[in-house]
């Protein structure tokens, strides 16, 4: 396995209010878990974008799966020639995984490279962008908490999934395992990317209705002080929970 990415503790604060101004729409792109030709496969895009997994699986820094009792399971991801799969002989109950995107920078031409500010002469913003994901693939028998590696999380406050497009869920968002306020929510990152964001409360809580009968998305997006000030203004974290609500018989 990849070596875990380490991210310094953080004071939330002022500071970190004044980063959260950043528009939800930048560098917004993340990653989940979905169904390709009946295999589970890593997807990377942004709304109906599937893009290349393939050139961004160096990019992939954790990779874990679960049982129901959120025991670990052991699980690879494979390469075919255009999908990242994950292995299910062990029957995982949830995936879950890191993707490090790296040092982007706004040059004085407003075009995006994938530096630091300190290679980039007149940079007008820089961040560091760390995309993650976890998708619950079977009925869990406790409800899901902070996953190693997850530092930005979305996780269901009911131990029991909706069942039906339009039900209630809520969702608390956590920040290095912690509940955290302020993080910027969408309902569906795949099927309504642009719809305006819900900002999860004191407790990390926001409650929305169920998009779709099917794949569900759920996406997060939270920045917090830079690593390396020298290479980033911030870290924008960006983190997404999926899971498939069951169609009706045919």
């Known amino acids: 396995m990849a070596k875990s990415i380490l991210l310094k503790p953080v004071f939330l604060g002022a500071c970190l209010t004044t980063l959260m101004a950043c528009s939800l729409a930048a560098h917004a792109h993340g990653f989940w878990f979905a169904q390709r030709s009946g295999e589970m496969a890593l997807i990377y895009g942004h709304g109906a974008e599937d893009l290349d997994m393939i050139k961004r699986h160096d990019k992939v820094r954790n990779y874990a799966a679960?049982?129901?009792a959120l025991g670990p399971v052991k699980s690879e991801l494979k390469k075919t020639d255009h999908l990242l799969i994950a292995d299910r002989q062990a029957k995982p109950a949830v995936f879950a995984a890191v993707l490090d995107n790296g040092y982007w920078s706004k040059g004085a031409d407003d075009k995006w490279v994938g530096k630091g500010k300190d290679e980039v002469p007149g940079a007008k913003t820089s961040g560091r962008y760390v995309k993650y994901t976890v998708f619950i693939h079977a009925p869990l028998t406790k409800p899901l908490g902070a996953l190693p590696d997850q530092v930005l999380q979305i996780v269901p406050v009911s131990l029991k999934l909706p069942q039906h497009m339009n039900d209630t869920m809520t969702v608390r968002v956590l920040f290095n395992g912690k509940p955290v306020a302020g993080a910027k929510v969408i309902?569906?990152?795949v099927t309504d990317p642009d719809a305006?964001?819900?900002?999860?409360a004191r407790d990390g809580t926001v409650t929305f209705r169920v998009r779709n009968q099917g794949?569900?998305?759920v996406g997060a997006h939270f920045e917090s002080p830079p690593d390396n000030p020298a290479?980033?203004?911030?870290?924008?974290?960006?983190a997404t929970l999926a899971f498939v609500l069951e169609h009706g018989p045919e």
């Open 231 to 238: 290479k980033a203004d911030k870290i924008g974290h960006f």
């Open 66 to 68: 679960y049982d129901g």
């Open 196 to 200: 305006k964001p819900m900002v999860s």
């Open 215 to 217: 794949l569900n998305v």
């Open 187 to 189: 309902r569906d990152a």
